[in-house]
């Protein structure tokens, strides 16, 4: 099971580290008939992310701020049993982890710009306004006598 679909990208030029990655394989409660009491097809897999070298220092720092709830001892864990084959599974934990770290290393977005009411439109509400206030005036009982 050495043959993975290849570098798994977080963001730009930067992979998960192959070496870096730690694979654990136990029995699945999935799908797989017979197959499920005889192969360890779930995959847990665990990248140490306060430790890693692959990643930027500002992407670490960031990832490491955000996924802090996710994170043991620095170490974050993905799962992935919902395919009958290990090497699926393999490739489905890969996947969720760089989408994982690619969307805790992602830029903050940038701050928002307040614009300004423009004046005709305050103009207009305050006109309307009155015009319903006439209107519900007029319907008033004074003038039924």
């Not at 050495?2 to 798994?8: N, R």
């Not at 701020?65 to 049993?81: F, K, P």
């Not at 489905?92 to 994982?100: I, Q, Y």
């Not at 940038?110 to 103009?123: A, F, H, M, S």
Request: charge should be positive; charged fraction near 30%; hydrophobic fraction near 35%.
């Amino acid at each position: 099971m050495d043959g993975m679909s290849g570098p798994h990208v977080i963001r730009g030029s930067v992979c998960l580290p192959e070496a870096e990655l730690v694979w654990r394989f136990s029995r699945s409660s999935g799908p797989g008939g017979a197959n499920v009491n005889a192969v360890d097809t779930q995959v847990d897999l665990r990248f140490d992310l306060a430790r890693t070298e692959a990643l930027p220092e500002v992407w670490k720092q960031r990832a490491l701020e955000r996924l802090s709830g996710r994170l043991i001892d620095g170490v974050i864990s993905v799962r992935a049993s919902e395919h009958r084959s290990q090497w699926r599974n393999r490739e489905t934990a890969a996947v969720r982890l760089a989408a994982l770290l690619a969307e805790a290393t992602a830029p903050p977005p940038r701050p928002r710009r307040p614009t300004r009411i423009p004046r005709g439109i305050n103009e207009r509400r305050l006109r309307e306004k009155k015009q319903h206030s006439q209107t519900k005036r007029a319907r008033s009982a004074r003038n039924w006598d």
